[in-house]
T-cell receptor
């Protein structure tokens, strides 16, 4: 049972480049979300999804796009990378959107030069 | 302002000592989660508290929820080097769902042998 799998683990981008962070879960979880973790800021919610075909914005959605075409996958797209998007990104999922613990991936460390 | 305040920000203890980490919310808590993070890794779920007065224990870690004070505490008894890491509290302050689980900035725990 792989749980929540994030790829890549590390990525370096130049300003203006685009890329997609991948997130997949094999637990048939309905709820999936993306957080970014920055020093002194804690974890901040970027986008979330309560099921296939349904996504919504979190606290810091600007500069990011998501889609949920399947239950298993929830990719995060950076449209035009900026140095302010340098961060560690975590994908998390739970069985349902209510009163269920979140399972986290191991993170993607992104640097934008 | 931070909706979930954790204290202390960091803590250094000698192996065998007890310690307490606090998490205080500025809004009504609908559920409180404790996670542990080791450097460079994802978050590991520790405990979930949902009702005022609820207390849960796992091995040497006990968490309590004081709904009136909108506060939770995490207590570690007889600390060990394996307890070292970052402890984060997360809470549903959006009104009863996990949709926008908010996290504190974390408490860095160092346990000296």
């Amino acid at each position: 049972n792989a749980g929540v799998t994030q790829t890549p683990k590390f990525q370096v981008l130049k300003t203006g480049q685009s890329m997609t962070l991948q997130c997949a879960q094999d637990m048939n979880h309905e709820y999936m979300s993306w957080y970014r973790q920055d020093p002194g800021m804690g974890l901040r919610l970027i986008h979330y999804s309560v099921g296939a075909g349904i996504t919504d914005q979190g606290e810091v959605p600007n500069g990011y796009n998501v889609s949920r075409s399947t239950t298993e996958d929830f990719p995060l797209r950076l449209l035009s990378a900026a140095p302010s998007q340098t961060s560690v990104y975590f994908c998390a999922s739970s069985l349902a959107a209510t009163n269920e613990k979140l399972f986290f991936g191991s993170g993607t460390q992104l640097s934008v030069l | 302002s931070q909706e979930l305040e954790q204290s202390p920000q960091s803590l250094i203890v000698q192996e065998g000592k007890n310690l307490t980490i606090n998490c205080t919310s500025s809004k009504t808590l609908y559920g409180l989660y404790w996670y542990k993070q080791k450097y460079g890794e994802g978050l590991i779920f520790l405990m979930m508290l949902q009702k005022g007065g609820e207390e849960k224990s796992h091995e040497k870690i006990t968490a309590k929820l004081d709904e009136k004070k909108q506060q939770s505490s995490l207590h570690i008894t007889a600390s060990q080097p394996s307890h070292a890491g970052i402890y984060l509290c997360g809470a549903d302050i959006s009104g009863g769902s996990n949709y926008k689980l908010t996290f504190g900035k974390g408490t860095l725990l160092t346990v000296n042998p």
